[in-house]
C-alpha cells in the first residue's frame, strides 16, 4: 500500500481525522457518530491503518449486512487504486477475498465470532470497527460482548471503535465508557412531506400508486422502501406500466450480485432510475443519483416466540431513526425530497429506536457460542440490551434437544456441533448425516431449509419434491427461479465436508430421519380423527392441506412451520417412518397434578418429546419427585389451588404500602404473580403432608408467610402498619389496607370515637387513616381524614339525620367531651 492521503477525498469524515487519531493513541474505545455519506465506512478505516499503535495488526470491520460488505470493501480498494484482497479485503459466509498482504478486513455474518473462538486474544487484530451499530444487529451485539471480555481480560491495547449514523450515543458512551467523535458530515437539506397512509394489506400496490404522480412532479433517482419482496413485485408490475419510460429496479437481499448492482450503479443509458427497496438500502450502501425517497414506512422482520419455539416474518411500522435513515439518503449528494405515506401524528407515536435483533431472534447460535467461551452467565456480559431469559431458556433447551448440553454444561457432541460453522440444529443433522453415509443428502436439505422456498406453495409441502428439482437441475439442467443460489449454499456445504453432489433419488425416509435430528422438538404424529392435524413433540399442534400428498402419512417431521392463533401451519415437511424413531423414544416417569381430579398422577410415559405413545400408573416414586409436581402445580395454579382468603390479601397490602412509604427500607415484593413464581422459596417446607386439593386450603398462608420475614422486621410490621387499631371506646377496630400504598381504611361506629380530636395515623404518624364512619346500625355515614372538621360541621348533619332512626345511642351536643361508648350506653 502506497502513502494514502486521507485529505485529498473530499469527505467530510476528513475532519475528524486528526482528533479520531489522538484519542486512540491513548485509549482502547472511541464511538464516532456521522451521518450517512460522511465517509466514516470507507475513508476513516483507511486513515488509520498507518498509525503505530496497530504494530502491523489488523483492522476488522464489522458489517451487519453482506451486501454492504462487499461493496464497502470494493470502494476502499478502489480508493487505495487497488483490488479487492490485497491491503482490503472482505469475508461473508461462503466467499471471501483476502490475500496475506489484506490488514483491512470487513466481515460479517457472526465470522468475528469465530475467529474469537479459535484464538481468545485475538493476536493478530489490533482494532474492532463495528461499523451501521444502529441496526443493533444479532452477531455485532455478540461479537461486541466478546470482544470487551477479551478487551478487559486479555487485551487491554484491543481498540474498539463504534460508529453509528443514528444510536443513542449517550447511553451506549455510559455503558463502554468511551468518548464520542462526532462528525456533522454534509447531508444537503431534504423537505420531508407527510402524504396518505399505506393500506398495510396493499402496501406495494398504494405506494405505487401514490409515487406515480411524484415521478411526474420530480427528475433525479428515486429510492422507494417497502417491507418485502412481494410488496416489491407488486409495485414494479404498476409502475413498470404506468412509467415505460423509467428503469424500475428491485433490490433485496435474494437478488443475484449482478441485479443488485443494477440498482446501485447509474442507468448506462442515463435513464431516470427508480429503485424498489427493502430496509437493505438503509445504511451503508450508496446508490448514485438518488433525490427522491418514498418511504411507506414498513419492514418485515423475523420475530421469535420462544413460547412457542416458533417463528414468523412480522410486519411492523418502523421506528424513527430508521426513517430518519431513509429520509437522509435523498440528500447525500445534493438537496432533496422525502415522501413519507404516513401520518404526522402516526410519526409521533413510532418507537425513537429499532428494536435490537436481541430481543426477537432465535438466540440457540448465542447460548451455544457463550457455553462454548466458558460463559455461564450470559446475561452478565456487557450487553446494550441483556438478551431475554426466555429466549436464552428456550435455546438451552433447543440445545439439551440436539445432545449439545447436559445440565448446563457443553457435552463432547456440543464441541463437536461449535465447530461446524453452521447453525446448531444444521450442524447436529450433518454430523449425524456423515455418520449414516447420508452426507449429501444433508447438505441438500440445510441449503433449501435455510433459503426461500424454490417452488410454489401449491407443489406440497414435501421437501423431497424440492430435493428432486434441486438434483435435476443439477444433472440436466434443468432450472426454474431460486434454484441457482440454493445450489450455490449447497455446494458451499459439500466444500465444507470435502465431498461431491448426489443427483440420483433420495429416499424419502432419510430426509425425514435427518429432518428429525435438526428439528426434534417437531417430530409430528397424526392426531387421530382430525385430517392432515398433527401433534408436534414440542407439545403445539399444525396442520397441512388437507389435499396435500403428506396428508395421510402417520409421522412426520416439519422444518417449516409458523406461529398462529390456536394452530400453525406446516410449510415444508418429510414423511417419518416411525421404526427410525426409536433411538428417539424415551421412557419417561412423569407426576403432575391434575386439579380437576384433585391430586397427584404419576405414570410411566413412552414419548418422544410430547408425543406419548404409552403409559402406565407407577406405584412409587420418590418424594422430591412429587414434590416437584406440586411446586409447578402452584406455578401455575397456586391463584386456584391456595386459601387466598382477606387476611393474606391484607398482609400483602400491608408489606407493598410499607415498601411504597418507606423508599429506603427493604421490604419484598410480595404480589401474588411474585409469589407464585417464587414459590419454592417460601412454601417447600409445608407441602410434604398435601396429597389431594383440600390439603391446600388447610395452609395458613399468613403464618407461612410471616415466618419469611426477619423477627425485626415482623416487629416492624406490626408497628408501622399494625393490622388493628385502638379507639377511644377500647375496642381494637380493623385497618384495611389498600393495594399500591393507598391511605388505609378504619371504618368504625361514630359512637366509639367520641373525644378523639386528631386523625389516626400509621407508618410513624406519616400516613393518615381514611376514616368511614358507621352508624349504629353499621351503615356508612361519612368519609373523613379531617376529624376535627367533623366535629365541628359535619357530625351535626349527621346527628339530624340519625337520631330519629337511633333514639336509644347516644348524640351529645359536644362530642368531644361525650364519653366513647360500643352501643347503647347503659343507664345509671
Same mark, same amino acid.
Given at each position: 500500500?502506497?502513502?494514502?492521503?486521507?485529505?485529498?477525498?473530499?469527505?467530510?469524515?476528513?475532519?475528524?481525522?486528526?482528533?479520531?487519531?489522538?484519542?486512540?493513541?491513548?485509549?482502547?474505545?472511541?464511538?464516532?457518530?456521522?451521518?450517512?455519506?460522511?465517509? $466514516?465506512?470507507?475513508?476513516?478505516?483507511?486513515?488509520?491503518?498507518?498509525?503505530?499503535?496497530?504494530? #502491523?495488526?489488523?483492522?476488522?470491520?464489522?458489517?451487519?449486512?453482506?451486501?454492504?460488505?462487499?461493496?464497502?470493501?470494493?470502494?476502499?480498494?478502489?480508493?487505495?487504486?487497488?483490488?479487492?484482497?490485497?491491503?482490503?479485503?472482505?469475508?461473508?459466509?461462503?466467499? +471471501?477475498?483476502?490475500?496475506?498482504?489484506?490488514?483491512?478486513?470487513?466481515?460479517?455474518?457472526?465470522?468475528? %465470532?469465530?475467529?474469537?473462538?479459535?484464538?481468545?486474544?485475538?493476536? #493478530?487484530? &489490533?482494532?474492532?470497527?463495528?461499523?451501521?451499530?444502529?441496526?443493533?444487529?444479532?452477531? =455485532?451485539?455478540?461479537? @461486541?460482548?466478546?470482544?470487551?471480555?477479551?478487551?478487559?481480560?486479555?487485551?487491554?491495547?484491543?481498540?474498539?471503535?463504534?460508529?453509528?449514523?443514528?444510536?443513542?450515543?449517550?447511553?451506549?458512551?455510559?455503558?463502554?465508557?468511551?468518548?464520542?467523535?462526532? +462528525?456533522?458530515?454534509?447531508?444537503?437539506?431534504?423537505?420531508?412531506?407527510?402524504?396518505?397512509?399505506?393500506?398495510?394489506?396493499?402496501?406495494?400496490?398504494? %405506494?405505487?400508486?401514490?409515487?406515480?404522480?411524484?415521478?411526474?412532479?420530480?427528475?433525479?433517482?428515486?429510492?422507494?422502501?417497502?417491507?418485502?419482496?412481494?410488496?416489491?413485485?407488486?409495485?414494479?408490475?404498476? @409502475?413498470?406500466?404506468?412509467?415505460?419510460?423509467?428503469?424500475?429496479?428491485?433490490?433485496? &437481499?435474494? @437478488?443475484?450480485?449482478?441485479?443488485?448492482?443494477?440498482?446501485?450503479?447509474?442507468?448506462?443509458?442515463?435513464?431516470?432510475?427508480?429503485?424498489? +427497496?427493502?430496509?437493505?438500502?438503509? %445504511? =451503508?450502501?450508496?446508490?448514485?443519483?438518488?433525490?427522491?425517497?418514498?418511504?411507506?414506512?414498513?419492514?418485515?422482520?423475523?420475530?421469535?416466540?420462544?413460547?412457542?419455539?416458533?417463528?414468523?416474518?412480522?410486519?411492523?411500522?418502523?421506528?424513527?431513526? =430508521?426513517?430518519?435513515?431513509?429520509?437522509?439518503?435523498?440528500?447525500?449528494?445534493?438537496?432533496?425530497?422525502?415522501?413519507?405515506?404516513?401520518?404526522?401524528? %402516526?410519526?409521533?407515536?413510532?418507537?425513537?429506536?429499532?428494536?435490537?435483533?436481541?430481543?426477537?431472534?432465535?438466540?440457540?447460535?448465542?447460548? @451455544?457460542?457463550? $457455553?462454548?467461551?466458558?460463559?455461564?452467565?450470559?446475561?452478565?456480559?456487557?450487553?446494550?440490551?441483556?438478551?431475554?431469559?426466555?429466549?436464552?431458556?428456550?435455546?438451552?433447551?433447543?440445545?439439551?434437544?440436539?445432545?449439545?448440553?447436559?445440565?448446563?454444561?457443553?457435552?463432547?457432541?456440543?464441541?463437536?456441533?461449535?465447530?461446524?460453522?453452521?447453525?446448531?440444529?444444521i450442524a447436529h443433522m450433518l454430523i449425524f448425516a456423515k455418520k449414516m453415509k447420508q452426507l449429501a443428502l444433508a447438505t441438500d436439505i440445510a441449503a433449501l431449509v435455510e433459503e426461500r422456498d424454490p417452488l410454489s406453495p401449491d407443489a406440497g409441502v414435501d421437501i423431497n419434491l424440492r430435493i428432486d428439482a434441486l438434483r435435476r437441475f443439477r444433472d440436466r439442467g434443468v432450472s426454474m427461479s431460486r434454484i441457482k443460489k440454493i445450489e450455490k449454499v449447497a455446494a458451499q456445504y459439500r466444500r465444507m465436508f470435502e465431498i461431491g453432489p448426489e443427483n440420483s433419488p433420495a429416499d424419502p425416509w432419510a430426509t425425514g430421519l435427518l429432518l428429525a435430528y435438526a428439528y426434534p422438538e417437531r417430530i409430528a404424529a397424526a392426531r387421530p380423527g382430525n385430517n392432515a392435524q398433527f401433534q408436534l413433540s414440542n407439545g403445539k399442534i399444525a396442520q397441512i392441506s388437507y389435499k396435500d400428498d403428506l396428508a395421510h402419512e402417520s409421522w412426520l417431521a416439519v422444518a417449516h412451520v409458523d406461529a398462529r392463533e390456536g394452530m400453525g401451519k406446516i410449510w415444508l415437511a418429510a414423511p417419518l417412518n416411525p421404526k427410525d424413531l426409536a433411538p428417539m423414544v424415551k421412557t419417561k416417569e412423569v407426576l403432575t397434578w391434575d386439579r380437576k381430579k384433585g391430586g397427584l398422577i404419576a405414570q410411566s410415559e413412552v414419548r418422544i418429546g410430547a408425543i406419548i405413545l404409552g403409559t402406565r400408573p407407577l406405584t412409587q416414586f420418590s418424594p422430591s419427585a412429587a414434590k416437584e409436581a406440586i411446586l409447578e402445580a402452584l406455578k401455575e395454579e397456586g391463584q386456584f389451588l391456595l386459601d387466598w382468603n382477606e387476611d393474606v390479601w391484607q398482609l400483602l397490602n400491608r408489606i407493598e404500602s410499607l415498601r411504597i412509604w418507606n423508599k429506603d427500607a427493604t421490604w419484598p415484593v410480595w404480589t401474588q404473580e411474585k409469589l407464585l413464581e417464587t414459590v419454592e422459596n417460601w412454601i417447600e417446607p409445608y407441602i410434604v403432608q398435601v396429597t389431594k386439593n383440600e390439603d391446600f386450603k388447610k395452609l395458613n398462608l399468613v403464618e407461612i408467610l410471616k415466618h419469611q420475614l426477619t423477627f425485626e422486621q415482623q416487629q416492624t410490621l406490626d408497628e408501622l402498619a399494625p393490622s388493628k387499631l385502638s379507639v377511644p371506646s377500647g375496642s381494637l377496630i380493623p385497618i384495611t389496607y389498600k393495594p399500591e400504598g393507598a391511605n388505609p381504611l378504619l371504618s368504625v361506629r361514630l359512637q366509639e370515637l367520641f373525644g378523639l380530636l386528631d386523625t389516626p395515623k400509621v407508618n410513624r404518624g406519616q400516613v393518615p387513616v381514611l376514616i368511614e364512619m358507621l352508624s349504629p346500625g353499621f351503615k356508612p355515614v361519612q368519609l373523613t381524614q379531617d376529624l376535627k372538621s367533623f366535629w365541628t360541621n359535619g357530625y351535626f348533619e349527621v346527628k339530624k339525620e340519625l337520631k330519629r332512626r337511633y333514639p336509644k345511642h347516644e348524640w351529645p351536643d359536644n362530642p368531644l367531651q361525650a364519653e366513647a361508648v360500643r352501643g347503647v350506653k347503659k343507664k345509671t
Open positions: 500500500m502506497s502513502e494514502f492521503n486521507p485529505f485529498s477525498f473530499d469527505l467530510p469524515v476528513a475532519e475528524i481525522i486528526p482528533e479520531v487519531k489522538s484519542h486512540l493513541s491513548n485509549s482502547n474505545s472511541l464511538i464516532i457518530t456521522a451521518p450517512p455519506g460522511a465517509g $466514516k465506512s470507507t475513508l476513516l478505516p483507511l486513515a488509520l491503518l498507518e498509525e503505530v499503535w496497530l504494530a #502491523g495488526k489488523k483492522v476488522i470491520m464489522l458489517e451487519p449486512r453482506r451486501l454492504a460488505t462487499k461493496s464497502i470493501a470494493e470502494r476502499m480498494a478502489s480508493m487505495l487504486g487497488e483490488k479487492v484482497g490485497q491491503t482490503v479485503g472482505y469475508r461473508i459466509r461462503f466467499e +471471501s477475498a483476502i490475500s496475506d498482504k489484506t490488514r483491512l478486513e470487513v466481515i460479517t455474518e457472526g465470522i468475528l %465470532t469465530r475467529m474469537m473462538h479459535q484464538d481468545n486474544a485475538l493476536e #493478530g487484530v &489490533g482494532m474492532i470497527i463495528f461499523d451501521e451499530f444502529h441496526e443493533r444487529n444479532l452477531f =455485532s451485539e455478540v461479537a @461486541l460482548a466478546l470482544a470487551r471480555e477479551i478487551q478487559q481480560v486479555l487485551r487491554p491495547d484491543l481498540r474498539i471503535l463504534l460508529m453509528s449514523a443514528t444510536i443513542d450515543a449517550e447511553e451506549l458512551s455510559g455503558l463502554l465508557r468511551a468518548k464520542i467523535i462526532q +462528525s456533522q458530515g454534509r447531508q444537503f437539506p431534504v423537505e420531508i412531506n407527510y402524504l396518505k397512509e399505506v393500506d398495510e394489506f396493499a402496501i406495494g400496490e398504494d %405506494t405505487a400508486r401514490q409515487l406515480i404522480p411524484l415521478a411526474k412532479a420530480h427528475s433525479g433517482d428515486f429510492l422507494v422502501f417497502l417491507p418485502g419482496q412481494g410488496e416489491i413485485k407488486k409495485a414494479e408490475e404498476i @409502475l413498470r406500466k404506468a412509467l415505460p419510460g423509467d428503469q424500475i429496479v428491485p433490490l433485496f &437481499g435474494q @437478488l443475484s450480485p449482478s441485479e443488485q448492482q443494477k440498482a446501485i450503479l447509474p442507468n448506462p443509458l442515463g435513464k431516470r432510475k427508480i429503485v424498489l +427497496s427493502t430496509d437493505i438500502a438503509e %445504511t =451503508s450502501l450508496t446508490i448514485e443519483g438518488i433525490k427522491v425517497v418514498v418511504d411507506s414506512g414498513f419492514a418485515k422482520s423475523n420475530r421469535f416466540d420462544s413460547r412457542s419455539g416458533l417463528a414468523k416474518l412480522v410486519l411492523h411500522r418502523i421506528s424513527k431513526d =430508521s426513517a430518519d435513515q431513509r429520509s437522509g439518503r435523498a440528500g447525500r449528494l445534493t438537496s432533496g425530497h422525502s415522501y413519507r405515506l404516513w401520518s404526522k401524528a %402516526t410519526h409521533a407515536q413510532l418507537a425513537d429506536y429499532r428494536t435490537p435483533e436481541l430481543m426477537e431472534a432465535d438466540l440457540t447460535g448465542l447460548v @451455544l457460542d457463550m $457455553k462454548a467461551w466458558g460463559k455461564e452467565d450470559i446475561r452478565s456480559m456487557t450487553w446494550l440490551t441483556p438478551p431475554p431469559t426466555s429466549s436464552l431458556v428456550h435455546s438451552e433447551k433447543v440445545l439439551e434437544a440436539i445432545d449439545a448440553l447436559e445440565d448446563g454444561k457443553l457435552t463432547p457432541h456440543g464441541k463437536e456441533i461449535h465447530q461446524v460453522p453452521v447453525h446448531p440444529r
